[in-house]
């Protein structure tokens, strides 16, 4: 009797429980879905947001990426036979479009192929320009200067040849060019005088370097001719070339020791090329300009060492003073300090000045503790 009042009750609880349930898992997965969706929108906004290089780890990205890569490396292969069919101008114009490309892309390998082309075209393109000039010069009558500019250019491009990419037309180019010069030039020996005087003028200018490397190619051009009275003097001029550039070298070095702060040192240096430009074996074949370069950086230090010499001994009448007011203690700092820059400066006297008034102050302190 009791059951059968309680059932309905029972029921009606059950029904609740369950409908509760129901509508708690139901809450959750709404709320889970929501989240999910949410959490999707962000990942896409960080994806838009992010840049290029990272959106590149997509599948579809990379594939692009590659199809961009391989047409590239086309258009290279399509640049290389441009620069065998010798047309500089064009291929360097589509290696700087390329190179627009591959640099937004980040492409190293491609930058550094392009790198290398334009190195390419550029220097063919400066010795085309180069033997055109030179050539212009020979058909105005400068017969002289044009064939060794161009003898000198010739053995410049078959030492570099095929490494820097020198086309091989060019270089043959060339050696026409000097071949079609030399049987003017040796036609007449004058154009020899001319050279040898033009190279003297070098020398005075202080273009030491280009004079030895063309004195040296008009001797050898002169022994294969036989204009054998031409060497003696063009072996003096090397000679005289040869002291220069030692000079030249000796005074550079110590004038960046002197710029480094080392006085003393650059002060020995030049001391010693100073002496030396007044030797009599070096004095007639020294470049005055050189000469003179060398004396006024000489002075220069001299007159510095000279200004901390007299800041030195300065200094010591001023420690004679702290001495005469027994102010030791002071006197010895300022002795100490004094020591360090006098052997910075190699100033042997004033050391031997601080030294003895180091003593006088050691025995004035004995005294007065003896008092």
């Known amino acids: 009797m009791i059951l059968q009042e309680w059932?309905?009750?029972v029921i009606i609880i059950a029904v609740s429980f369950f409908g509760l349930f129901f509508l708690g898992i139901l809450y959750w997965f709404i709320k889970k879905k929501r989240l999910q969706n949410l959490t999707?929108?962000?990942?896409?906004t960080q994806i838009s947001t992010l840049p290029s290089s990272t959106k590149q780890d997509q599948p579809e990205d990379r594939k692009e990426r590659q199809k961009l890569q391989d047409k590239l490396w086309r258009a290279l292969e399509d640049i290389s036979k441009l620069i065998r069919s010798r047309q500089f101008s064009q291929a360097q114009n589509k290696l700087e479009d390329i190179n627009k490309i591959a640099l937004q892309n980040q492409f190293f390998g491609i930058l550094t192929e392009i790198k290398l082309k334009l190195n390419i075209c550029n220097r063919n393109l400066q010795l085309q320009a180069r033997q055109d000039e030179l050539w212009e010069k020979f058909e105005d009558g400068n017969i002289a200067e044009s064939y060794i500019e161009l003898f000198e250019l010739s053995e410049t491009t078959q030492a570099e040849g095929k490494k820097q990419g020198i086309?091989?037309?060019?270089?043959?180019q060339l050696l026409a060019k000097v071949k079609r010069i030399g049987e003017e030039f040796k036609k007449d020996k004058d154009h020899t005088r001319q050279l040898i005087?033009?190279?003297?003028?070098?020398?005075?200018?202080?273009?030491?370097?280009?004079?030895?490397?063309?004195?040296?190619?008009?001797k050898e051009i002169c022994i294969n001719l036989k204009f054998r009275e031409f060497i003696p003097e063009i072996e003096l001029l090397l000679k005289k070339t040869k002291i220069n550039i030692n000079f030249l070298e000796e005074y550079n070095k110590n004038k960046?020791?002197?710029h480094a702060g080392k006085l003393r040192l650059s002060y020995n240096g030049m001391d010693i090329l100073e002496r030396k430009s007044k030797f009599a074996k070096f004095k007639p074949l020294l470049v005055e300009s050189l000469a003179l370069k060398v004396f006024i950086l000489f002075q220069q230090i001299r007159q510095e060492l000279k200004v901390h010499k007299t800041a030195l001994?300065?200094?010591?009448?001023e420690v004679y003073r702290m001495i005469n007011r027994q102010e030791f203690e002071k006197a010895k700092i300022t002795l100490a300090e004094a020591t360090i820059e006098a052997r910075q400066y190699d100033f042997y006297g004033i050391i031997r000045d601080i030294e003895y008034q180091l003593r006088e102050i050691k025995k004035f302190e004995s005294q007065i503790k003896d008092r």
Do not use: C, G, W
Request: hydrophobic share 30%.
């Open 7 to 9: 059932k309905p009750t």
């Open 40 to 44: 999707s929108q962000i990942d896409e």
């Open 167 to 172: 086309h091989p037309y060019i270089s043959r």
């Open 197 to 218: 005087e033009r190279f003297s003028e070098m020398i005075l200018e202080e273009k030491f370097y280009v004079a030895q490397n063309r004195l040296n190619i008009t």
């Open 256 to 258: 960046e020791v002197y």
């Open 313 to 317: 001994e300065q200094t010591l009448k």
